[in-house]
């Protein structure tokens, strides 16, 4: 089964610095990847994804993640943080192709504190 | 926001009582889901639906049931609720054209 791991529940930083958001993913055959932001007490918003086009994916709001099949890797950075970064990410893995239903495996969210 | 809605945004509830969710999207997507999001956790699927009538379960079906009755709705109903089902519970829509999941407002329940 697919599984998904955010390493770091909580990650802060200062205002300016790079941000750096882990995710690995295990499957045998590369997955569809997407990375999600959550604000307090509102849903979730649609960062970026990956899927089997361009390795390094652009997405909003500054962020961009590099899909590394050798790692199993799909982490998610920003040169410089904002104070309005912050909130809780998820990074989210869906089977290729129309077997699978669309369904997405969540890792556990990576809490994002940024410091003036 | 893809035209997602959910109701009630918000419900406190006891123990033993039956308690329906509401989703309802406004672009005729095929797929959508319900997932149950909590600490710790990320957001786990519970039951998800590729058509009217067609719905399946998801990793943590246990005590859910689902129903899609119209393109439109599908209902989340909790038969007899727990305190374990205390949760924010998020409904999506997936877009065809381009595989990707969006996600409704969320539905905050709590049981006592």
């Known amino acids: 089964a697919q599984s998904v791991t955010q390493l770091g529940s909580h990650v802060s930083v200062s205002e300016g610095a790079l941000v750096l958001l882990r995710c690995n993913y295990s499957s045998s055959v590369p997955p569809y990847l997407f990375w999600y932001v959550q604000y307090p007490n509102q849903g979730l918003q649609l960062l970026l994804k990956?899927?089997?086009?361009?390795?390094l994916v652009k997405g909003i709001n500054g962020f961009e993640a590099e899909f590394k099949k050798s790692e199993t890797s799909f982490h998610l950075t920003k040169p410089s943080a904002h104070m309005s970064d912050a909130a809780e990410y998820f990074c989210a893995a869906a089977n290729a192709g129309g077997t699978s239903y669309g369904k997405l495996t969540f890792g556990q969210g990576t809490i994002l504190t940024v410091h003036p | 926001d893809a035209g997602i809605t959910q109701s009630p945004r918000h419900k406190v509830t006891e123990t033993g009582t039956p308690v329906t969710l509401r989703c309802h999207q406004t672009?005729?997507?095929?797929?959508m889901y319900w997932y149950r999001q909590d600490p710790g956790h990320g957001l786990r699927l519970i039951h998800y639906s590729y058509g009217v009538k067609d719905t399946d379960k998801g990793e943590v079906s246990d005590g859910y049931s689902v129903s899609r009755s119209k393109t439109e709705d599908f209902l989340l109903t909790l038969e007899s609720a727990t305190s374990s089902q205390t949760s924010v519970y998020f409904c999506a829509i997936k877009q065809d054209t381009t595989d990707t999941q969006y996600f409704g407002p969320g539905t905050r329940l709590t049981v006592l």
């Open positions: 990956y899927t089997s086009a361009a390795t």
């Open positions: 672009e005729n997507h095929r797929y």
